[in-house]
């Protein structure tokens, strides 16, 4: 609060309960109807109505559409949505009111939408570095797991699982322990390798990015490679992966993939298990296509090999020509 601009210190720092206090935003935006503004004031005033007009049903629909798209252009909205009286409320109204249609999968294109444009809002306040811990400290990300539980592939559902992922991987891009410690409390991984084994492409490579970035914190790795049942649950699933993507190739995807493998690598007790577990598609050259455009991830693959394997599978697998993709 203390570090917000006057116009965004509204009192109420919680959402929903009691008389609505009178409004900075408000007044804001009439202020801004009323005289002349630079345009990045004026810009401001129009998010500010625009977040009123979340309260307002009539105009939510609308108030939603225009906010989601206009996002990247609103400075400092992220803390106007969360600090603005009955905002956040309103944006979970709109996620819960579509639980009913999860299942039975009847949800339809444009309550897809909908709660798509409340969830990109949400992402913005996920990413924003003044209300990402306020955003977990109210356990929000938890409202977006039955999205990621459903199994429809129709495009109503992928939308819905690509958004709320979006929403996750804007929490765990910034390195953070206390982001990744949270969701380790959550069901996250197993949500991200349900999706990493039916979701689209694009689906999987955030679910696997946001797996990446969970390995990639010291917590996360412990927390995966502890017992053996976790590491093989991931270790599998990566795996089909690699299966499917020898016949489907995506270099995005296989970067994800081969970095959370690399970094399994660093744990001892992972690293002897890849040893007997790591597919054989990346040990013989099968994505040295794939990767020829790619020389960062073809670097990770090669310390792969070497830490998994030793000096002498590096050594002949360089033979048969990953030293000259590696260009050495």
Avoid at 256 to 266: K, M, P
Wanted: proline share 7%; hydrophobic share 45%.
């Amino acid at each position: 609060m203390a570090n917000l601009p006057p116009s965004l210190s509204i009192s109420s720092a919680s959402f929903g309960g009691g008389p609505a206090p009178p409004s900075p935003v408000a007044s804001a935006a009439a202020a801004a109807a009323a005289v002349g503004q630079p345009p990045k004031d004026r810009k401001m005033a129009s998010a500010e109505q625009l977040v009123l007009d979340l309260c307002d049903p009539e105009l939510r629909e609308n108030a939603l559409l225009d906010l989601s798209k206009k996002r990247d252009i609103f400075q400092d909205l992220a803390p106007l949505l969360w600090y603005s009286y009955g905002t956040i409320a309103v944006l979970l109204q709109e996620i819960v009111s579509i639980y009913p249609a999860l299942s039975p999968p009847t949800l339809s294109p444009g309550a897809s939408n909908r709660v798509c444009n409340a969830l990109a809002l949400l992402q913005c306040v996920a990413s924003h570095p003044d209300t990402r811990i306020l955003f977990l400290n109210a356990h929000i990300p938890l409202y977006l797991y039955p999205f990621l539980n459903t199994t429809s592939k129709t495009r109503p559902f992928e939308y819905l699982r690509l958004t709320s992922l979006g929403v996750i991987g804007a929490l765990v891009k910034v390195d953070d322990t206390e982001v990744i410690s949270f969701l380790l409390q959550t069901e996250i991984i197993p949500l991200c390798l349900r999706t990493m084994e039916m979701g689209s492409e694009l689906s999987k490579t955030v679910a696997t990015f946001i797996v990446q970035k969970i390995l990639l914190d010291d917590v996360g790795l412990r927390y995966i490679c502890a017992t053996a049942e976790r590491f093989f649950a991931v270790g599998s699933v990566l795996a089909n992966m690699v299966v499917s993507l020898a016949e489907q190739p995506s270099t995005r995807l296989l970067k994800h993939i081969i970095r959370c493998y690399l970094r399994l690598s660093d744990n001892p007790r992972a690293c002897g298990a890849l040893r007997s577990c790591l597919p054989e598609m990346l040990k013989d050259g099968t994505f040295n296509n794939c990767l020829r455009d790619d020389p960062a991830t073809r670097r990770w693959l090669q310390q792969l090999l070497h830490n998994v394997a030793g000096g002498n599978l590096v050594a002949s697998l360089q033979a048969g020509g990953l030293d000259h993709m590696m260009g050495n």
